[in-house]
């Protein structure tokens, strides 16, 4: 992590490949069976093997596995204890951090396996993370500094601030705290009890220390910090953003504006991680009743900063910190959706968590092919850190920046076997990848060792000095005040020692005379003493004056501040009274506005509905004039034929006549007179059925003279599908003036032989066979799903299947058949020349009269006979024409879809 300006002893410089490499240590427990008598497919060997048993009645990879045996650092059985675990895994650890190394410990496993018991433990028997808050702040003690010296930048780092700053930054944090406890949310866990650790680590004592603590989840492969109390607006309730990952200076990387709160004791750390956890996501599955829904990271930042020359202080430089970390992270478990019978939400959690899980094996594994192809000289591979955030965190430890250790804990029940053997496969592969070993922390200032605790000792001195002086005698405070010099010799070595005598002489000399120096200084003294004292008593009297000064001014403000107090409580009175106002009248703002938005949303959606009946009405008035215009045209085109089966008949007639007359033996004088009835009318007939385009009104009679009557009719060449004969007339119909002068022209049809009756017969993947009696039948024909360009130019013919369903529910079945020809541009096109309809249709037992199965050509075509009233055809309203010239637009917002319908063409 970020070690800001961390001085450390200078040395050889080594490459990360130079580097001292430890391998990733992992160790496993085994979880208790549960007492419904489940089989167990888990052996421990010894105290670093486990082998997998495979169930007998697996139908999965125990088919094929019967036995597999691992290794690993450790192996922890069901009467494990949680402190000796935590002794194995968690204490190096801890002892690293201190050191200023970084350590990252997650808990591997499939979901049921123990993980969250094996992190968290219970109040009575911790786990490892309340065993690491225990040992970190049993080992630094009184070594913390004052809470706030340290505060954390936002990027990875922290700031030092000033005395006055910390005492203020402080005072802030207390108040804060007392919010809460009144209002409840500080210190939840006072009534549960815990036995804390009490193991404890040698540290530096020339350094001081400093707890932070932040807790994120990834849930769904993003971050949310556990920690953050930002307040919610109750009316406007917005989930909690999503961290992003960063990278601070020195490349490690961290998660921006996550929360880090500083710790002064294993409970407010504690407390912490408490108010994490029951933030956390959790739901309900078939194996676990508390299954973690989320990757959970509790990390605790150790802050280190030297002391100054005195000991009694740490020197305030920024670039003089030292931080290192360590991360426990509880991984949520592997399951399989066969086994949780999950849903809904679940499923996608556990798609996100089984992703994830993915990603990190994915991660470790290329970290091995990178290790050997690193020993053998090949090529390195690029590690996929970035595909999920939980390997994304954690990417500097696996590059060698602290040392990483993994607890596998296994379930042994029989059931979960097929998972254990993944999550043991992936254990012995973990192994496999070493580590570079990263360097602690030593800061080499060239002050003098342990100063810290010189300064300790000396303050305890000074301390028990003071209590010695308040507790003891009048003879030990004298004592200090003999100043005289040892007695000499007092014994005579006989009657002529002279020296005794005057060495005793000259002794008691020098003591007079510093007695007498020693009462002069001390009646100067006490005449000091004495003025000392008069002016003491004269600035009594004085201080008493101005103190009784004083105190009537004190009243006489006393008096003051309690009218000013009033005034105070009437202008608080009256702000909480405005505040209320404003609440209310914020509330009322808000309420409006969402009566406004309301409001609004009804009258766009009352102005949409006009909008959507307004084209409605629009389509249906424009398909009711198609529906109109269509019914004329069928009645105009049913009168025509009438008109011309009636003129037929009446032709009929006077053939007939003509062939009567022309039988009969009529004399010359008479025969002008017939001939003049029979051809006076015939022309007008024939003018009604074919006018020709130039023809007077009045049509010129043949003379009778120059040709007999039997060669001036016309051959009749048999009948039409009506049964009317059909006449041939000598020259050609003109064009009907009812047809439309703009029509482009028809190019003419060319007759083809028999031979080359080819037909490309066009029928989607998606066509229903009728299985109808009256089917098409066709010789020579390839059948496509479809149409290619190279098929169109090996046939002439083109036959297209299309089916619908009509307004009954029933499928109608149509045959467009065309003529393929070819094109100036050297493609082909395809001209329509008729439609062939196959429709099934069910009867009532009511008596309703039964529809054919099979329609011939075009219904327009078919004769009806005299009198008869020609029903409605559901053709001439689903025709082609009038499916193509309607188009139907979808936007946005517009409900139903606009119908566009193109001009009607007169004919």
Known sequence: MSRNGILKTPGRKTTPSSKLKDPIEVFC????????????????????????????????????????RCTFSKVFNEDTSQCEIFDHTGLPLVEDVLNGKNGLCFMYGITGSGKTHTMN??????????????????????????????????????????????????????????????????????????????ST??????????????????YNNAIFDLLDDTPIDPLKQKQPTSKILREDQTRNMFVYETTEVEAKSTEEAFELFWKGQTRRKTAHTLLNTESSRSHCVFTIKLVQAPLGPNGDAILRDRDLIGVSQLSLCDLAGSERLSRTKADGDRVRQAGHINNSLMTLRSCIECLRENQKAQESGGGLKMVPYRDSKLTHLFKNYFDGDGKVRMVVCLNPSAGDFDESLHVMRFSEMTQEVKIARSEGVKFDLGLTPGRGKTNKMYQGSLKDDVTSSEMGSQEDLVMPLQLFASWPLLELAGCNDATTLINLMAYLEERMRLRKTLFSDWKHKHLEVRKSILQLEQDNIDLTKSMEEQRALLVEKERESKTFEKRIRAINEKNDNLQRSVQLLDMQKRQAEADLEKQREAVHKERQEKLRLKQTLKDLTSSERLRWEKECDKRVRQTQIEMEGAVLAKSEKLRQLRHVVQGLDIPEENQGKVEHLIYDEKPDVVSSHHPPASAPAKSKRPAVAKKPLHTRTKTVTGGTPYGRPKVRSKSPPATPSSRNSHAPPIRAKHRRSRSSDYWLEHKPADTLSTNTVMQPHLKNKKTVKTPLVKDFKATPNYILTHQEEDSCGEIETKLIKGEVMKTRGGGTSVQFT??????????????????????????????KSEGEEEPDSEDSWTSIETRCAVGIEGKPGAEPGLMHHAKKHKQ
């Open 834 to 863: 008729d439609i062939e309809t196959l429709k099934k249709t069910l009867g009532t037992k009511g008596g309703i009269k039964m529809t054919p199965k099979s329609s011939g050509k075009t219904p327009g075509k078919k004769r």
């Open 201 to 218: 680590l040698q540290v530096d004592e020339d350094n001081n220390y400093a707890v932070f603590i932040s807790f994120v989840e990834i």
């Open 121 to 198: 433990g219970s109040p009575s028997d911790g786990g490892v993370l309340p065993r690491c808050l225990d040992v970190i702040f049993n080992s630094i003690g009184s070594l913390q500094t004052n809470r706030c010296v340290f505060r954390p930048d936002g990027y990875n780092g922290f700031d030092v601030l000033s005395d006055d700053d910390a005492y203020i930054e402080a005072q802030k944090k207390a108040r804060e705290i007392e919010a809460l406890n009144k209002q409840g949310k500080y210190n939840e866990l006072n009534d549960v009890i815990r036995v804390p650790d009490s």
């Open 29 to 68: 427990r085994v979880r208790p069976l549960s007492p419904s008598g489940e089989e167990s497919c888990v052996e421990i060997c010894s105290d670093k093997i486990v082998q997998l048993n495979a169930p007998k009645h697996s139908k999965t990879i125990s088919n094929r596995i019967e036995q597999v």
